[in-house]
């Protein structure tokens, strides 16, 4: 029986008659024990049989006395408690009861992130959109600590400086929060703390093993390396030893992610591999900054997710290791609700001949299909539905959305010169856009052709049918370097509207 143990054993002994009493509050369950504190599940009461659950972190009876840790600790509280945002832990007290300091904190119900990781396991690598989506939440979080300031206006320059996955938390509604500034860096702080390297190592900045001044920019890298791991399912700096883990984050040597998981597109890639730059410089200037960033790649490469999304996977996670535990084959996987978006580029595209009265065409339309299949299997393309010179062809972007858009507007320049050459008239529609694919049907759920961009591809290929050419949208036209015709501005929904563009 290890330290850890032996503490658990004498709480057993202490519970057995019931809850703790510790000040206004009665300690519940034991959540965790670190080298300087321990942190408990706790309940408060108020008038009127007024209860409240929430955590008690506690400095542990052998620190009482350590007046820097002290210190701190109610550096901690100081820090936290300005920090009122919807993706940052609350701090609601700071006290102290029989010579031990306390803090009464937000109770997530959840797990953390690394615990997250290690049950999820058994269900292959963790969904990109999901682990973009969680790392957009912890950046709001920075975003609003860095640039806190004090009641006369003056910056805090907060810095977290503990930014790992321990110290995410996800609770079982879809929240994602940050927690524990037990560390972090301010300006009201004595500057003989800041010289002090504390941290996870795995997790610090070059310049942070390095004893260098800290900034934002720390917490940006230590960010990405949370990033990399949930995306690789790798550990991006950890080693044998304490000394070669500091080697590792001193280089600052980043794998291609690619290298492990080939979906990962070209631009995230480049994305996450700015945000563990060497050097601060080369990083994102600031948590809003990388935000921005990331958010507009999970919007171009279709990587959408929720609250709700985070909340289905972590149940199906939950249920997933139970049944492991139990020697039981694992659940299958969840429902089309809870199947996390996939990127998607759709084309429709359709053969008619022209009138009589302008020309006869110059081959048949089982020659033209023919052509048009062999253009879109040199493309990539997956023909989903298939008439007589109609196609509904579909690009999982399995690889980013970017390459997807390549190919198909590529394929439906080939497809408008070959419709043309035969003597045809196209109608052809290009809309990127995401869809749920489940893995037994490799299709969208029941609906799914009159749903999102495969309804919006139909819609442009009847608008084109007069015209001959195909109509795209904005993103596809993107990738056309001027080789396209703006027709106008289309109101989809409320305030919302897409700009259609012709292929030249």
């Known amino acids: 029986m290890n330290e850890g143990d032996a503490d658990d054993?004498?709480?057993?002994?202490?519970?057995?008659a019931?809850?703790?009493v510790f000040g206004g509050y009665h300690l519940l369950e034991k959540i965790a024990t670190g080298?300087?504190?321990?942190?408990?599940?706790a309940r408060a009461y108020g008038m009127a049989g007024f209860e409240k659950i929430l955590v008690i972190k506690k400095v542990l009876p052998t620190l009482a006395e350590d007046s820097d840790f002290i210190s701190l600790f109610i550096d901690e509280a100081r820090i936290a408690v300005q920090l009122h945002h919807v993706n940052i832990v609350q701090v609601?007290?700071?006290?102290?009861?029989?010579?031990?300091?306390?803090?009464?904190?937000?109770?997530?119900n959840g797990l953390d992130l690394a615990r997250l990781l290690h049950r999820a396991r058994?269900?292959?690598?963790?969904?990109?959109?999901?682990?973009l989506f969680i790392v957009a939440e912890v950046l709001k979080a920075l975003s609003f600590a860095h640039d806190r300031v004090g009641e006369s206006g003056e910056p805090l320059r907060i810095v977290h400086c503990d930014i790992s996955p321990q110290n995410v938390l996800i609770s079982y509604a879809g929240e994602v929060k940050l927690t524990d500034f037990g560390i972090s860096r301010a300006a009201f702080q004595a500057e003989s703390l800041h010289k002090v390297v504390r941290g996870k190592y795995a997790y610090m900045s070059p310049e942070q093993v390095e004893g260098r001044p800290l900034d934002r920019q720390t917490d940006l890298f230590s960010l990405g390396i949370v990033l990399y791991e949930m995306l690789t399912g790798q550990r991006l700096f950890k080693a044998r030893s304490r000394e070669l883990t500091l080697e590792r984050v001193k280089r600052a040597e980043v794998p291609s992610p690619r290298a492990w998981r080939p979906e990962i597109s070209e631009d995230l890639e480049a994305l996450l591999l700015r945000a563990l730059a060497r050097r601060p410089a080369d990083r994102f200037k600031g948590a809003q900054d990388f935000h921005d960033a990331l958010t507009s790649l999970m919007v171009r490469e279709g990587h959408r997710a929720t609250n709700n999304d985070i909340a289905a996977y972590l149940k199906v996670v939950i249920e997933s290791a139970q049944a492991v535990a139990r020697g039981e084959a694992p659940p299958p996987p969840p429902d089309a609700r809870a199947v996390p978006p996939t990127a998607v580029v759709v084309l429709a595209v359709e053969a008619a001949p022209p009138p009589r009265s302008l020309a006869a065409p110059r081959a048949s339309l089982p020659a033209l299909s023919a052509e048009w299949l062999s253009i879109i299997d040199d493309a990539g393309g997956e023909i989903w539905e298939r008439g007589e010179a109609a196609m509904l062809v579909v690009w999982v972007a399995r690889g980013g959305l970017r390459m997807s858009i390549s190919r198909a507007v590529q394929a439906a320049v080939a497809l408008q010169r070959a419709t043309q050459s035969a003597g045809y008239r196209l109608s052809a529609g290009?809309?990127?856009?995401?869809?749920?694919?489940?893995?037994?049907?490799?299709?969208?759920?029941?609906?799914?052709?009159?749903?999102?961009?495969?309804?919006?591809?139909?819609?442009?290929?009847?608008?084109?049918?007069h015209r001959g050419r195909a109509l795209l949208t904005e993103v596809g036209a993107q990738h056309m370097q001027g080789r396209t015709t703006l027709l106008g501005r289309i109101p989809i929904q409320g305030s919302r509207y897409i700009n259609l563009y012709e292929l030249g």
């Open 92 to 108: 609601f007290d700071l006290g102290e009861i029989d010579g031990q300091y306390y803090m009464a904190m937000e109770h997530v």
């Open 430 to 465: 290009l809309a990127p856009g995401v869809a749920r694919i489940q893995a037994d049907s490799r299709r969208p759920g029941e609906g799914w052709e009159l749903a999102g961009p495969f309804y919006l591809a139909r819609w442009m290929m009847n608008l084109s049918a």
């Open 35 to 41: 080298g300087m504190a321990e942190v408990w599940r």
């Open 122 to 131: 058994n269900l292959g690598t963790f969904p990109i959109p999901l682990a």
């Open 18 to 20: 019931g809850p703790v």
């Open 9 to 16: 054993a004498v709480l057993e002994d202490d519970l057995s």
